[in-house]
């Protein structure tokens, strides 16, 4: 009994480790555009890290690529028109702003219409983003 109490905690420890998984797909609309993964957990109240994965895009064209960028921020939840959005605000940890600037995702938008942004170098871009 003990034994299997153990492999449940750890398999629930190790399932709940990352509370939230975004993707974002480049919006179709703007050829400035981004996609991303980021595995988030909330460390928290309002606190998270996240390692975020993505790929700019200007004027249709990859720019870059960064893998597991580890990054901190914050997040909230609002309900529009009765659906929850999450909104994740995330820059990057330790000092490696070169990664990128900053990304406010507002993930699960009733409305699509490319709500979640990227600053990279001083500029937009723009994406569509998904919880999972």
């Known amino acids: 009994m003990k034994k299997i109490l153990l492999v449940l905690l750890f398999l629930s420890s190790t399932v709940m480790a990352n509370d939230y998984v975004v993707s974002c ?5 703007n050829p400035n555009s981004f996609s991303l993964e980021a595995e988030i957990e909330i460390t928290g109240t309002s606190y ?7 790929k700019v895009f200007k004027e249709g ?3 870059t690529t960064t893998q597991k ?3 901190i921020g914050f997040f909230f939840i609002h309900y529009l028109d009765g659906k929850q959005v999450t909104i994740f605000e995330i820059k990057p940890a330790g000092g490696q702003s070169y990664k990128y600037d900053f990304l406010n995702l507002a993930a699960d938008h009733p409305y699509p219409s490319g709500n979640s942004y990227l600053t990279y170098q001083g ?3 723009q994406a569509e983003c998904t919880t999972k």
């Open 25 to 29: 797909k480049p919006w179709n609309e």
């Open 48 to 54: 998270i890290d996240a390692w975020v994965s993505l």
């Open 69 to 71: 960028t580890f990054s």
């Open 123 to 125: 500029e937009k871009f």
């Open 61 to 63: 064209q990859e720019i």
